[in-house]
Antibody, heavy 119, light 108 residues
């Protein structure tokens, strides 16, 4: 079955960077875009950006421009999201999700990765 | 602030019908998708496109759209439908995506 499995929880200090991985299985990794979405505790979903695993092309929400980088390693069917210059407001659960073809929708989602930014 | 606007909270009596709405200019050009999220879980897609349900989603969930408003309707709400619901679509530029602020559904 199609599945996205993310890396484990991280604790980082302000100013540091974090890199979250998302390993895909059950389908051809390069055939579907991957998006990243985050959710602070008790808050709503926030779209961060997309990546085409085939071309490596990306698009980021304006809020994260200059701080986020989305990459991939096609040999191991894994997508990555790196966020730099972390601040306390970046404490959140980060999700990867696969884009459903010919629609603006995401299915399935990874299980989420909690990133805590604290001094 | 989000480019897609949702009511923060809606309630429905068990077995009754409830409509959750999502408003935004981009919805005049693009369909919305809808997600259900229960506490401690990742979101689950329930409606996408004009009115399509992924495999495993009950047919009591349906979607519609008119002008700048997309709607998710639950016909005969069940206790297990109590959750947060989010819409998403493209932003006003069409190049990026955006989520609505979410609606907390309470089943009474």
């Amino acid at each position: 079955q199609v599945q996205l499995v993310q890396s484990g929880a991280e604790v980082k200090k302000p100013g540091a960077s974090v890199k979250v991985s998302c390993k895909a299985s059950g389908y051809t990794f390069t055939s579907y875009d991957i998006n990243w979405v985050r959710q602070a505790t008790g808050q709503g979903l926030e779209w961060m950006g997309w990546m085409n695993p085939n071309s490596g092309n990306t698009g980021y929400a304006q809020k994260f421009q200059g701080r986020v980088t989305m990459t991939r390693n096609t040999s191991i069917s894994t997508a990555y999201m790196e966020l730099s210059s972390l601040r306390s407001e970046d404490t959140a659960v980060y999700y990867c999700a696969r884009v459903r073809r010919l629609s603006v929708s995401l299915e399935p989602w990874g299980q989420g990765t909690l990133v805590t930014v604290s001094s | 602030s989000s480019e897609l606007t949702q009511d923060p909270a809606v309630s429905v009596a068990l077995g009754q019908t409830v409509r959750i709405t999502c408003q935004g200019d981009s919805l005049r050009s693009y369909y919305a998708s809808w997600y259900q999220q229960k506490p401690g879980q990742a979101p689950v897609l329930v409606i996408y496109g004009k009115n399509n349900r992924p495999s495993g989603i009950p047919d009591r969930f349906s979607g519609s759209s008119s002008g700048n408003t997309a709607s998710l309707t639950i016909t005969g709400a069940q206790a297990e439908d109590e959750a947060d619901y989010y819409c998403n679509s493209r932003d006003s530029s069409g190049n990026l995506w955006v989520f609505g602020g979410g609606t907390k559904l309470t089943v009474l």
